[in-house]
């Protein structure tokens, strides 16, 4: 329930943001506006105020702004010149993009908020793995199973913590950083030019190949793994630590793996295909959509004109991503039915960000709200970048296309839409019942159900 209720309080509040924006931009263009609805079907709950109805409506999955002469249909128009079609084609326009604009400069918003309270990521214990032998740190002292807890006097809760506090700005000649040995505390002084070489030669404990958690809809999840599953071998080739695992799926985009897994000391086999990521200065990578268990957190934060500068730069980065993946969406559109989520894994994901905590679920808000700039930005009639097009169209031309030019495309548009709608539930509803399947199958196979019994249910090891 929980999940749910974060889930829908995000959408409603991007598909609010979106229609304030049309909203306002009517307003600043001298439409009047008959109707501004949050949801559709049935009204819940409304008011008028000033002429404009203001509404809530049962099903929660968008919205829209009703502005008087809106239809290109002159029967439904009386002329008056506050009427959206009475407005130049300029003017018209700017209304078009007055909702991304603003679902635009809310990802803003929101990155800054994000950076004021800091966004949470996985992290390693300050704890030393392995010192290698005859090395800078052995000098100084370092052993292996050392905690580290403070460096200059300030507290140490995480690896990355370390690094940061180790590789800043330096205060002194020496950086003392103490470390918990056993039941006793020791000071150890390194020279600040050997700093670098320090970090190089100390790291966390290796972790171990097994699954701390799954991310919604991707292909991991499909696939039926759990938080607890170790992983035994890819592809044949056994792995021992996180690092291996993560190296053989990475070298695998787009490819499937056979993965062994062991859950409750039995084994079982997973069919599996990585989806492709694009990474800057690295290239394409393969991910199922796994992380390691939890040791620690470190949170990334941001402070005085820091957060807007770096929230200026995650949102360019977000929307230039999101447009990167549409062109890759277009280079291989069969692509198109494990790349699209609709509100059921935007519900699903929305809660699974909130509980790693608030700075994680407003960048998943952001990151959402940049979708919709993208999608409502598409050149097809009914959304706003066919509103664009026509009025590009008619600024170009002089007048406008014909009404049944404009009435057909509008058509074509809302049977596009509507299929992408329809696809998007059901993908949602399909990553479901495939875990849900898969996640049976794999149960039989554990209690020693027959190879029968797994192909009934859609077992991971028949397929």
């Excluded at 439904?76 to 009475?86: A, H, I, K, L, Q």
């Amino acid at each position: 329930m929980v999940t749910i209720l974060v889930g829908i309080v995000v959408l409603g509040v991007l598909v609010f943001v979106h229609e304030l924006g049309h909203y306002a931009g009517a307003k600043a263009m001298g439409v009047r506006v008959l109707k501004f609805s949050l949801g559709f079907g049935p009204e819940l709950v409304g008011f008028t105020v000033r002429g404009t109805r203001y509404v809530l409506a049962a099903f929660p999955l968008g919205g829209f702004v009703k502005m008087a002469g809106d239809s290109p249909d002159s029967s439904e128009r009386e002329g008056g010149s506050d009427e959206f079609f009475s407005k130049p084609w300029w003017a018209r326009m700017l209304i078009a993009v007055s909702g991304p604009g603003m679902n635009l400069f809310f990802a803003f918003v929101a990155c800054m908020a994000m950076y004021a309270v800091g966004i949470r990521f996985l992290d390693f214990e300050s704890v030393v793995g392995h010192v290698e032998p005859r090395s800078v740190a052995t000098e100084y002292g370092f052993a292996d199973g050392d905690r580290i807890v403070r460096v200059d006097g300030a507290r140490v809760r995480s690896w990355s913590e370390f690094v940061a506090r180790v590789s800043g700005p330096p205060t002194d000649t020496v950086v003392t950083i103490v470390v918990q040995r056993e039941k006793a505390r020791v000071s150890i002084p390194v020279r600040i030019e050997d700093r670098e070489e320090l970090l190089d030669e100390v790291n966390p404990p290796a972790s171990p190949p097994v699954v701390g958690s799954v991310s919604v809809g991707l292909p991991a999840y499909e696939r039926g793994l759990k938080a607890g599953d170790r992983i035994l071998s890819v592809d044949g080739i056994g792995v021992k630590t996180w690092d291996e695992l993560a190296g053989l799926i990475h070298e695998r985009p787009e490819k499937e793996a056979l993965l062994v897994v062991e859950r409750k000391g039995k084994q079982f086999e997973v069919a599996i295909t990585p989806l492709s990521q694009r990474v800057e200065g690295v290239g394409e990578i393969g991910l199922i959509g796994i992380s390691p268990p939890v040791s620690a957190y470190g949170t990334l934060r941001a402070e005085g004109f820091e957060v807007v500068s770096m929230a200026a730069v995650s949102t360019g980065r977000m929307l230039a991503q999101t447009y990167s993946g549409l062109l890759s969406l277009a280079a291989k559109p069969g692509q198109l039915g494990k790349s699209i989520a609709g509100p059921v894994t935007i519900v699903q994901m929305s809660g699974d960000q909130a509980r790693r905590g608030l700075g994680n679920l407003l960048y998943f808000a952001a990151f959402v709200s940049i979708a919709l700039v993208v999608v409502n930005l598409l050149p097809v009639p009914i959304l706003d970048g066919g509103h664009v097009i026509f009025c590009i169209i008619e600024g170009v031309r002089g007048r406008a296309l014909s009404i049944p030019k404009q009435i057909v495309l509008q058509r074509v548009g809302l049977a596009i839409v509507g299929a992408l709608i329809l696809l998007a539930f059901w993908v949602d509803f399909g990553r479901i019942i495939q875990r849900g399947r898969a996640t049976l199958g794999e149960e039989i196979e554990l209690k020693g159900g027959t190879s029968g019994e797994a192909d009934t249910t859609g077992a991971i090891l028949s397929e």
